[in-house]
């Protein structure tokens, strides 16, 4: 059983950067393609990015690609997503997911998740 738990969020303002840190235990990273989602309060889980098990490939929820970063470094079991110039509208729980078959961006898609880290922006 693969456990997921991210860390690095926090209360920043508008305008500043945080890097979100996912570590995985129980299994080996590299076994899976990995992503990130984020759910803000009243709406449905949203799509940021992913990557594959290689790290060679990387893919971005819309509007996501210009301020959101995700990497990820297997041999410390760790995935990453470097948000920059965050927005009250980044505000959200940010969850890392290990991903099995079908689409990157449906959450239907992954079968591990963490508990997710809470990030909050203000004006």
């Known amino acids: 059983q693969v456990q997921l738990v991210e860390s690095g969020g926090g209360l920043v303002q508008a305008g500043d950067s945080l890097r979100l840190s996912c570590i995985a235990s129980?299994?080996?990273?590299?076994?899976?393609?990995m992503g990130w989602f984020r759910q803000a309060p009243g709406k449905e889980r949203e799509f940021v990015a992913a990557?594959?098990?290689?790290?060679?490939?990387?893919s971005y929820g819309d509007s996501m690609k210009d301020r959101f970063s995700i990497s990820s470094d297997n041999a410390k079991n760790a995935l990453f997503l470097q948000i920059d110039s965050l927005k009250p509208e980044d505000t959200a729980v940010y969850y890392c997911?290990?991903?099995?078959?079908?689409?990157?961006?449906?959450?239907?898609?992954?079968?591990?998740w963490g508990r997710g880290t809470q990030v909050t922006v203000s004006k």
């Open positions: 997911a290990a991903k099995g078959s079908g689409s990157v961006a449906s959450p239907d898609s992954y079968f591990y």
């Open positions: 129980g299994g080996t990273m590299s076994s899976f393609a």
């Open positions: 990557i594959t098990s290689t790290g060679g490939y990387t």
